[in-house]
């Protein structure tokens, strides 16, 4: 679930859409939903999507990767809004909602989805072992957790760089490293759990984002967010890839199986 208290605002929404694709609040856009779910077959699942920000995945879920259902949450009640809107418009409504929930227990019965999916969300969740384990519970056995987040290296004290990096992006960032992760779904009951790291991803393509942001998308982004928010999300991009490139921010795929009876 993303952060509550309104973080993702109209400015934010904009500026991040434009650098990382329509409907998207999170990197790689449909080519990175894909990467996730590689290999996985998802064609006629339920599936709940923790953390939908504005719901262009969910839509991508339903109707490019064959989902017969997806229910997508988030604490943020204006991004729910403007994906509701999204899926009318695409004429998915029937396949795709959304629901606003508050941080804690999910509002659904036990064993009601076959895959839980998120991305790049959890990151917002300082308590990672109750949601694997709510995650758990919602999934019906032999139900897939499919998910990417922004994970860190370690669980120790975050760097100067870190910390710079964290403050310019002034949103609830509680990150956590593979290992706790690793932990958190296995307690939760999870088996076959995997994590791939996607470091070197990123940091190649936040490379070439910041480029086109301080370059070719610097005058729309202007226009869309205005000068103090465009020079923000420059600065931002600017500490975010220090960090990329020392390894500390890790983006991490992550996958866990509940188990048959």
């Not at 959890?122 to 384990?133: G, M, N, Q, T, Y």
Request: glycine share 12%; proline share 6%.
């Amino acid at each position: 679930m993303e952060a509550a208290g309104g973080e993702y605002g109209e400015a934010m929404v904009a500026a991040l859409e434009l650098i990382w694709g329509e409907g998207f609040l999170s990197p790689g856009g449909p080519e990175e939903v894909a990467a996730i779910l590689a290999g996985r077959d998802i064609r006629g699942a339920r599936v709940l999507d923790i953390g939908c920000g504005i719901g262009g995945i969910d839509l991508l879920l339903a109707e490019r990767f064959g989902a017969a259902k997806v229910v997508g949450i988030d604490v943020e009640g204006e991004n729910i809004e403007r994906a509701r809107r999204r899926a009318a418009q695409k004429g998915l409504a029937g396949r795709v909602s959304y629901r606003r929930v508050e941080p804690g227990p999910l509002p659904f019965p036990a064993a009601s989805f076959d895959v839980v999916f998120s991305k790049d969300a959890i990151i917002h969740v300082p308590d990672k072992e109750s949601l694997f384990a709510e995650a758990f519970r919602l999934l019906e056995p032999g139900g897939r957790l499919m998910a990417s987040d922004w994970l860190r290296r370690d669980d120790g004290p975050p760097s100067p760089e870190m910390e710079r990096y964290i403050a310019a992006e002034g949103l609830s960032f509680a990150m956590a490293s593979a290992e706790r992760y690793r932990r958190a779904l296995e307690a939760a009951g999870f088996r076959q759990v995997e994590t791939r790291d996607r470091n070197a991803w990123y940091a190649a393509r936040a490379r070439e984002e910041l480029a086109a942001l301080s370059g070719p998308l610097r005058g729309r982004l202007f226009e869309l967010v205005g000068e103090a928010e465009a020079e923000r999300q420059i600065l931002v991009w600017r500490r975010m890839l220090v960090v990329l490139e020392t390894g500390e921010l890790r983006p991490t795929h992550l996958y866990g199986e509940k188990p048959a009876p």
